[in-house]
């Protein structure tokens, strides 16, 4: 998991779950997410919740799904009853590709019965461009932008435009923005410039273990 911070407060208001493969004594990437299914991460997440204890502290935990996995006719009732079992704690789903539109306002009004938050992450890059996102966007809660896209692809030059370009996007649309690849003092100024609190990085911690 790795912290989510609220800047105006200082406060850890969530973790996003990273899924890791142990292998050879060292945590690496799945090489097929999918290796997991949603119904076993959905186990671990409530032993994720219990130990960080995200009820009582009112904090979020987010998890990604990608579109293969939000086809699953399984996925959506097993996220429905893991945040009856989470609850009060609260729970948000990070869409890591851009589904189609009927797709999204089908799990959007089911999740939002349940006050489970939709979030399209790493958007302007992958399948989550602008042009792609823009009539899905109506029906999310959150979007996240990572700058760490944009360094690995020596693109680090574009970040202030893309940041202002998407923070007008969330003012319009009336989302919360999260800023992530926050690494040092430099990046919170420019994120303080375009009005973002909702930092998250290694600036504020790596993703570790429970």
Known sequence: MQPQ??????QIFGYEVLLRKQQNETWVLPQHFTDISVGEQAKL????????????????????LNNQQLRDP??????????????PAALTI???????????????TAI???????VLDDVGTGSNTYDNIQHLLPFVDQIKFAMQNLRMDGRAKEIPTALAFWSKIAKYYRLQLILEGVEDAKDQALA?????SLHQGYLYGKPSLV
């Open 192 to 196: 303080k410039k375009f009005g973002i």
């Open 74 to 87: 399984l996925t959506l009732g097993t996220i429905i009853a893991l945040k009856k079992r989470l609850k």
């Open 112 to 118: 939002h019965q349940y006050d489970i938050d939709l």
């Open 45 to 64: 997440l409530e032993e994720t919740a219990e130990a960080l204890n995200t009820a009582v502290n009112q904090q979020v935990l987010a998890f990604n």
């Open 94 to 108: 990070e869409l890591t590709e851009a589904p189609t539109l009927p797709e999204i306002q089908l799990f959007s």
């Open 5 to 10: 911070i609220n800047q105006e407060n200082h």
